[in-house]
């Protein structure tokens, strides 16, 4: 089993930073994918970022240049760093986690970007 806590929402003006954290406990391996979605009001969820194997990743194409995912090993968290943040970036975002074939889900956190 795998746990998921994410921290790090709130609320921020548009063009600011936030970084987003998701400390993983139970079993997690550095070769598991490791990621970050979003959801919208009414819309759905959709990815945002994610690291392979702790080495490559896909970032969403609207997020690219802004968002930066990064992995700790040793402290087996994920985060989300994302700077020059917009009103659009407004969502619930669900750290998440691949292992052993199995979707894993944290509870989400609120990043809400005013404008």
């Known amino acids: 089993q795998v746990q998921l806590v994410e921290s790090g929402g709130g609320l921020v003006q548009a063009g600011g930073s936030l970084r987003l954290s998701c400390a993983a406990s139970?079993?997690?391996?550095?070769?598991?994918?490791m990621g970050w979605y979003r959801q919208a009001l009414g819309k759905q969820r959709e990815l945002v970022a994610r690291?392979?194997?702790?080495?490559?990743?896909n970032y969403a194409d609207s997020v690219k240049g802004r968002f930066t995912i990064s992995r700790d090993n040793a402290k087996n968290t994920v985060y989300l760093q994302m700077n020059s943040l917009k009103a659009e970036d407004t969502g619930i975002y669900y750290c998440?986690?691949?292992?052993?074939?199995?979707?894993?889900w944290g509870q989400g956190t609120q990043v809400t970007v005013s404008s």
């Open positions: 998440n986690a691949v292992h052993m074939g199995q979707f894993y």
């Open positions: 139970g079993t997690v391996f550095s070769r598991d994918v």
């Open positions: 690291m392979i194997s702790g080495i490559s990743t």
